[in-house]
């Protein structure tokens, strides 16, 4: 068991520990833990909120630069086609090309379908031309007066886009304008969610048409570039007003969008999430400084709180094991007034308690190795071994002997002698117990028993008369089980009362209790005359029986050592209901 209370203290010391330690960093771990999930909420919600302006505001402009290039034209067929408006209209279109940098060339198409002007910053202008009825711009123009043309990339490099607008009569024409998109660039660049925030704008298919980075759109339709644009568009459009992607350059951003209307256009604006949740990442720097503060703070004071627990514990489990080890004069130093102060204080109570029971034991064991066992209490409770004292007392005086005993002795085996003592001295023993009496000494196979001293009885008479019967009721199936095994053994029972002196004989380093009186020596003849069975009373004895016990008087009889006949008694056991009425067990063993 070495080591033990070390472990155990260690054991203890982590359960308070961590006890402790969870009681002051759960709620802070919680708080933080809350502080930080609520911040993020609001911060999406801030964002949602910031980057759906942002990415209305940008259609609104796209809108707005779209909505300018078509009244500009909405000018170009307000009247109709007369003789000689040719040149007319050839100025107002290079007024127009001067005016709109986007447009790149521009179609005039009378009422009937044909064409009567072509002007182009890249390409030879025209006077006149065929007929342009069945062109998609000339029939989606007469069919919704405005017309937008799917996205065509010029060289594989810069995004186009053909505008158509009708007059309001049939008769004025359509004017159609090959717009290039790469001038939206200047509307896209001044886009700025934040610091590094940005917006790009993607058609219906998914191919990149503005971006503030001017080479991603000179890639033409490269599918591979806008891909990740692409899945960022269809990421919001999966989560709804905002989504968690990746840019073109593959860093993490969060992105909203909104749509253009009329052409199918998509503006993503979008901001890197280092900095978009800046405010929440500083936030739980301070709160992790904090709950890493808070933690280490909680550790020592646990530590410090768990070791002022577990120490008077400690201490209280080693004092545990050294009053265990039958060292009473151990005393346990805690001098706190708290619970584990009286603890302390009542275990040292205890521990005084003990010392004076374990003092009382051994002074009523080494008693009890040379007095009867009444004897050794009686002197135990009164504190001093004063009632042993010589004194003159009325007592009733047992003997009892076994018949038979001496020639059973000489002719068996050692063993044998010791096993037939050792049953005989138990069941008798165990009765006198019961009795209240005293068992004042051994002497071979026989025994003296007082009643009356130095415990005092109330019918010490009649107590004797009992005791005398519950002795031959439990040696009796003794002496039945010793027949049946070869022994020729008998019981004989001798009892007297009157005065006699009683008190402790001996010299200084063992003493005996013991009576002295004409009583004694008569109880010893009156055993030595009684035969197997028999109990032989005196008259004062006689006198006081009462109840069911019934006595046969024997006469006067001359006994040894005595000088005149005595008269005797013999009581008679042939009615049970005499032990009954004692409480003393009469059946065999």
């Known amino acids: 068991m070495t080591g033990s209370p070390a472990r155990a203290g260690r054991s203890l010391l982590r359960k308070y520990f961590l006890a402790l330690f969870a009681a002051v960093v759960v709620p ?63 100025l107002d279109a290079l007024r127009l090309l001067r005016q709109v940098p986007a447009i790149v ?19 030879l202008n025209q006077v006149g031309g065929g007929d342009r009825s069945a062109d998609p711009a000339v029939a989606g123009a007469r069919a919704a007066r405005v017309w937008y043309g799917p996205v065509i ?47 790009f704008v993607l058609d219906g298919p998914g191919r990149l048409i503005a971006h503030p980075d001017i080479s991603l759109v000179l890639r033409g339709g490269d599918v591979a570039a806008a891909r990740p644009l692409l899945m960022l568009r269809d990421a919001i459009r999966r989560e709804g007003r905002s989504a968690i992607g990746r840019n073109a350059a593959g860093a993490a951003v969060i992105a909203a969008m909104a749509l253009v209307p009329g052409v199918d256009w998509t503006v993503v604006v979008n901001q890197p ?12 720097w301070r709160t992790g400084a904090l709950l890493l503060a808070g933690t280490a703070f909680a550790g020592l004071l646990a530590f410090w709180l768990a070791r002022r627990m577990t120490g008077p514990i ?71 071994d004063g009632v042993l004292e010589g004194r003159r007392v009325e007592v009733a005086v047992i003997f009892g002997d076994l018949r038979g005993f001496t020639p059973f002795s000489a002719k068996s085996a050692p063993d044998e002698v010791l096993q037939v003592l050792a049953e005989y001295f138990d069941a008798l023993g165990r009765v006198i117990a019961a009795h209240g009496a005293t068992l004042i000494h051994f002497a071979g196979d026989g025994l003296m028993v007082l009643v009356n001293a130095p415990v005092a009885c109330s019918e010490p008479g009649l107590t004797a008369v009992r005791l005398a019967i519950a002795m031959q009721d439990v040696v009796q199936p003794l002496v039945a089980d010793w027949r049946a095994r070869g022994y020729a053994i008998g019981f004989g029972v001798g009892a007297a009362m009157g005065p006699a002196t009683v008190g402790r004989i001996g010299y200084e380093s063992r003493f005996d209790y013991t009576a002295i009186g004409p009583v004694v020596n008569l109880a010893s003849r009156l055993c030595s005359a009684a035969k197997d069975e028999q109990i032989l009373i005196d008259t004062t004895l006689a006198g006081h029986v009462r109840g069911p016990v019934e006595i046969a008087p024997l006469g006067p009889r001359a006994l040894k050592g005595l000088e005149t006949g005595v008269e005797i008694y013999s009581i008679v056991r042939s009615i049970p209901a005499v032990v009954g009425s004692a409480g003393i067990p009469g059946g065999r063993r």
């Open 28 to 90: 802070l771990l919680a708080n933080g833990g809350t502080e930080a999930w609520f911040g993020y909420r609001d911060q999406r919600a801030q964002l949602n909120e910031l980057l759906g302006i942002e990415a209305q505001a940008a259609a609104s402009r796209i809108q707005s630069f779209l909505d300018g290039i078509r009244d500009q034209l909405g000018w170009m067929v307000q009247l109709p086609w007369t003789a000689g408006a040719e040149e007319g209209q050839r």
């Open 314 to 384: 400690r201490q209280l489990e080693y004092g545990t094991e050294q009053i265990g080890a039958g060292r009473f004069d151990h005393r346990i130093a805690i001098a706190s007034t708290d619970e584990l102060g009286r603890l302390a204080a009542r275990f040292n109570a205890m521990a005084v308690e003990l010392a004076l029971s374990q003092e009382r034991q051994e002074r009523i064991a080494r008693l009890r190795r040379f007095l009867a066992p009444q004897v050794a209490e009686l002197i135990d409770r009164a504190g001093d």
């Open 153 to 199: 990339y010029y060289r594989g490099s810069e995004p186009f886009m053909t505008i158509a607008v009708a007059g309001n009569r049939a008769a004025v024409g359509i004017a159609i304008a090959e717009i290039n998109l790469k001038l939206i660039w200047d509307v896209i660049s001044a886009i700025h969610v934040g610091q590094t925030g940005q917006a």
């Open 105 to 123: 060339s521009l179609t005039l198409v009378d009422g009937t379908g044909r064409e009567r002007l072509h002007i182009s910053r890249i390409g």
């Open 273 to 284: 999430l280092a900095e978009a949740f800046g405010p929440i990442y500083g936030a739980l």
